[in-house]
């Protein structure tokens, strides 16, 4: 229970299904980046009467806060469920670590799946296994469907623009059969509903949009921080024509068009980060990958076989699937040919996210993308 709207209705919805249900509240421990340095800012009266320090901090911004878990404990004293605070701090370490060097590699990492997989659908298990809890929940939206054979399968939300099944990629398959998903067949409206005729303090409570161990906009100074120093270099064209220079490797990802500052007389994007010389290589629009990948550390969720099948392929949670066919490489690896031209684009192609196969709504697996 993280204290916000989803899981606290995914709890209830549990508790009136007849499950008895113990909440968990993760906590990260200490902030990722000591605090900038400067005066205290405004105290801000948050919703629900929390009184909140407002300056810009480093830690903890997206869930799992001081407030956050005040509003789990009230959500769970109000549906009458005990609540634990796990300290997952090493854990979440781990987490910040993988989010850094990616970006020190050229690449640009996802540390919520990392988290889904490592810590909600990892760690937890055991904490399950310890109470002798049978499953473990989530307000993740995303269906968790038993096939005619018996088989749990994950397929898309119910609300599209909601779907949250592309970060349960990573999930490892022998946990499906005792993962819940309650609100995955609800509307992000019916789920505030259900909150609020409930009583919950949690209902009208704004989503939680960053990441949570940084705040918006101070991931370049995390990476900095955790690997000690930002890695400055030189914009370059792809024949190696000097441009400018750029503040850190960090500050960008592939496709990117916007933070270059440079006054060329067209756009231009991301094509390639060169993490061993800190090159950011710039060109036109057509110049960035998004035609085919190769990924690693694939999960299949499904069998695919090892023969080249056609599926949908989505390469950035903000964007939708492209079709694409999917040749399998070996244990672990893949790769994916985009077969819907540029009405049909999956967007630049970015090393380090992920790239997640589905067969319509129903998720079938996925991998990290090497390039």
Same mark, same amino acid.
Not at 166 to 192: A, I
Not at 314 to 322: D, E, L
């Given at each position: 229970?993280?204290g916000?709207?989803?899981?606290?209705?995914?709890? @209830?919805?549990?508790?009136?299904?007849?499950?008895?249900?113990?909440?968990?509240?993760?906590?990260?421990?200490?902030?990722?980046?000591?605090?900038?340095?400067? /005066?205290?800012?405004?105290?801000?009266?948050?919703?629900?009467? &929390?009184?909140?320090?407002?300056?810009?901090?480093?830690?903890?911004?997206?869930?799992?806060?001081?407030?956050?878990?005040? #509003?789990? =404990?009230?959500?769970?004293?109000?549906?009458?469920? !005990?609540?634990?605070?796990?300290?997952?701090?090493?854990?979440?370490?781990?987490?910040i670590?993988?989010?850094?060097?990616?970006?020190?590699?050229g690449?640009?990492?996802? !540390?919520?799946?990392?988290?889904?997989? +490592?810590?909600?659908?990892?760690?937890?298990?055991? &904490?399950?296994?310890?109470?002798?809890?049978?499953?473990?929940?989530?307000?993740?939206?995303?269906?968790?469907? &038993?096939?005619?054979?018996?088989?749990?399968?994950?397929?898309?939300?119910?609300?599209?623009?909601?779907?949250?099944?592309?970060?349960?990629?990573?999930?490892?398959?022998?946990?499906l059969?005792?993962?819940?998903?309650p609100v995955?067949?609800?509307?992000?409206?019916?789920?505030?509903?259900?909150?609020?005729?409930l009583?919950?303090?949690?209902?009208?409570? /704004?989503?939680?949009?960053?990441?949570?161990?940084?705040?918006?906009?101070?991931?370049?100074?995390?990476?900095?921080?955790?690997?000690?120093?930002? =890695?400055?270099?030189?914009?370059?064209?792809? #024949?190696?024509?000097?441009?400018?220079?750029? !503040?850190g490797?960090?500050?960008f990802?592939?496709?990117?068009? &916007?933070?270059?500052?440079?006054?060329?007389? =067209?756009?231009?994007?991301?094509?390639?980060?060169?993490?061993?010389?800190? =090159?950011?290589?710039?060109g036109?629009?057509? *110049?960035? !990958?998004?035609?085919?990948?190769?990924?690693?550390?694939?999960?299949?969720?499904?069998?695919?076989g090892? *023969?080249?099948?056609?599926?949908?392929?989505?390469?950035?949670?903000?964007?939708?699937?492209? /079709?694409?066919?999917?040749?399998?490489?070996?244990?672990?690896?893949?790769?994916?040919?985009?077969?819907?031209?540029?009405?049909? @684009?999956?967007?630049?192609?970015? /090393?380090?996210?992920?790239?997640?196969?589905?067969?319509?709504?129903?998720?079938?697996?996925?991998? +990290?993308? *090497?390039?």
């Amino acid at each position: 229970m993280s204290g916000g709207v989803d899981s606290s209705v995914a709890a @209830s919805l549990l508790v009136d299904a007849g499950y008895e249900c113990v909440g968990v509240f993760m906590r990260h421990g200490r902030p990722a980046l000591p605090p900038e340095p400067g /005066p205290p800012g405004p105290l801000a009266i948050l919703p629900g009467g &929390h009184d909140a320090d407002a300056r810009r901090t480093s830690g903890h911004q997206g869930c799992c806060s001081v407030t956050d878990a005040l #509003d789990a =404990r009230r959500v769970a004293d109000r549906l009458g469920i !005990p609540l634990f605070a796990l300290d997952l701090t090493d854990d979440f370490s781990q987490i910040i670590d993988y989010f850094a060097t990616e970006y020190g590699r050229g690449r640009t990492p996802n !540390p919520c799946v990392r988290c889904n997989t +490592w810590i909600k659908f990892g760690r937890l298990f055991d &904490h399950a296994d310890a109470i002798g809890a049978t499953h473990v929940a989530t307000g993740h939206y995303a269906r968790l469907i &038993h096939a005619a054979n018996g088989r749990p399968q994950i397929f898309r939300g119910h609300d599209a623009a909601r779907d949250q099944s592309y970060v349960l990629f990573d999930v490892s398959p022998e946990r499906l059969g005792r993962m819940l998903l309650p609100v995955g067949g609800m509307s992000k409206d019916d789920v505030r509903r259900r909150a609020a005729a409930l009583g919950l303090i949690t209902a009208d409570k /704004p989503d939680s949009q960053e990441i949570c161990f940084v705040a918006s906009g101070e991931h370049a100074r995390l990476v900095g921080h955790r690997l000690g120093g930002s =890695r400055a270099g030189e914009i370059v064209t792809q #024949d190696g024509r000097v441009l400018g220079q750029h !503040p850190g490797i960090e500050h960008f990802t592939v496709g990117q068009r &916007h933070g270059l500052k440079l006054a060329v007389g =067209r756009p231009l994007y991301v094509v390639r980060i060169e993490p061993d010389t800190c =090159r950011i290589v710039v060109g036109d629009r057509d *110049e960035v !990958p998004d035609t085919e990948l190769v990924a690693g550390e694939a999960t299949w969720l499904e069998p695919v076989g090892d *023969e080249p099948f056609a599926c949908l392929v989505q390469c950035r949670a903000q964007r939708g699937p492209a /079709p694409a066919v999917v040749t399998p490489l070996g244990p672990g690896r893949f790769s994916a040919r985009f077969t819907g031209g540029p009405d049909q @684009s999956p967007g630049p192609i970015s /090393p380090g996210q992920p790239a997640v196969c589905y067969a319509a709504d129903r998720l079938l697996g996925g991998g +990290w993308i *090497e390039g």
